[in-house]
């Protein structure tokens, strides 16, 4: 069972987007107007329904959220932004709550128009079945190649209980910043936009801006973050030991719904945390670890559970930072391969290769340059990969 903020309602139907005849169309819905953060694409080419919800939670509130899937409703042009606007009034007249307050997302095929019958068609019974135990189904509504929903929560049970939520879907075009992919975390915890914004942003860099599937970054990447304060407690403030505390349970979500995704990456056999250590700094860290996590060469060997260790030194090397050959490290969970930039030996490779047979497995990369490390998620790259996206609108 998944902790429940108070104070927000969910629903999802069919409602024809999909020509499957599965949800497509979701609400998320606040019973107060809910302090609000958001982070978003940085793709610069922006599908509408960003276009139309940055500007209103940048205002730092938000009520509701309608998502729908199967459309991303990106590069649709005028019409496009037109249609979006529309949708959220619909949402919002049959809601009684003003425009501003409904933030939209899209995702599915970009350079579709987006039509708008089936939100005139299902809203009142979207608004209708609203209700608390409606969440994994806004889940589900929001998928578009993904094989399993995601969710995720925690529940802080100190003197002034309150719960997170998130709600999050992806499985291709997964890489920073962000990625094809949609998450929404409510809280029924109190405090203000502006702080909410400064945790999501450090929750969001060490988790959907630290994983990858394919190197495909999307057009309708969104983020956003509810507070409304249902639970009752004292007002949550910037450098307090509550705020620490509700930053370590966002982040834990987050990470949790980041691997989620990298484990359901289009075809994805295996995920992989590359983990590099001993860097001078974090930034350099993260940069060697993220060339290694994107790299073809290493992701299709792991997929053939081949521990092809020269493809990921070469791709520490070619990541640009500063380093030393002769220094760095490599293990597969606790076996080691690579000791001073040099082979170990065969046993050892033989051993590593066993490592690669799991499905979830970490790569440590020690470059024994400094004290700082930082830490990606990627998958394997196979066949069904290309199979799915060489199809994918058909």
């Known amino acids: 069972m998944h902790a429940l903020p108070s104070g927000y309602r969910f629903a999802a139907v069919a409602s024809g987007i999909k020509k499957s005849n599965k949800l497509d169309m979701a609400l998320i819905v606040s019973d107060t107007p809910a302090h609000c953060a958001g ?21 730092g509130l938000c009520q509701a959220i309608l998502v729908n899937s199967g459309n991303a409703n990106a590069c649709t042009g005028a019409t496009g932004i037109a249609v979006a606007e529309q949708t959220g009034a619909l949402a919002a007249s049959a809601l009684g709550v003003e425009d ?47 094989a399993f929903s995601k969710i995720a ?6 003197d002034e209980p309150y719960a997170l939520l998130g709600l999050a879907k992806g499985a291709g075009m997964i890489h920073p910043d962000m990625a094809t992919m949609l998450c929404f975390v409510m809280t029924d915890a ?6 909410l914004q400064k945790l999501l942003e450090r929750a969001v ?17 969104t983020v956003l973050l509810l507070a409304n304060g249902a639970a009752g407690g004292a007002p949550i403030t910037e450098g307090s030991d509550a705020a620490a505390v509700l930053e370590q349970h966002l982040k834990r979500i987050l990470l949790d719904l980041a691997k989620m995704i990298v484990r359901d990456g289009e075809g994805a056999t295996k995920m992989v945390h590359i983990r590099v250590t001993g860097a001078n700094d974090v930034v350099a860290a993260r940069t060697a670890a993220r060339s290694v996590a994107t790299s073809s060469l290493v992701k299709t060997a792991f997929f053939g559970e081949d521990a092809n260790w020269g493809r990921i030194i070469a791709a520490v090397g070619y990541s640009g930072i500063e380093l030393n050959q002769e220094r760095i490290d490599i293990s597969f969970d606790d076996v080691p391969i690579v000791a001073k930039g040099l082979a170990i030996g065969p046993d050892s490779e033989v051993r590593a290769s066993t490592v690669l047979k799991k499905d979830s497995f970490t790569v ?13 998620y990627t998958s394997d790259l196979n066949y069904e990969y290309i199979k799915i996206n060489a199809d994918y609108r058909t």
């Open 153 to 158: 929560s925690a529940a802080e049970q100190g």
């Open 364 to 376: 440590t990369i020690n470059l024994h340059m400094g004290n700082e490390e930082a830490s990606y």
């Open 39 to 59: 982070v978003f694409t940085r793709n610069r080419v922006i599908a509408a329904p960003l276009q139309v919800t940055r500007p209103r939670i940048a205002d």
């Open 190 to 195: 109190r405090l203000d936009s502006s702080l």
């Open 205 to 221: 860099a060490d988790s959907f801006n630290a994983i990858t599937v394919d190197g495909d970054t999307s057009t309708n990447d």
């Open 100 to 146: 501003h307050l409904v933030a939209l997302a899209s995702t599915g095929v970009i350079g579709v128009p987006l039509p708008l019958p089936p939100f005139e068609r299902g809203m009142a019974q979207l608004v209708a079945g609203l209700s608390t135990d409606q969440a994994e189904a806004v889940a589900r509504a929001m998928m578009t190649t993904d």
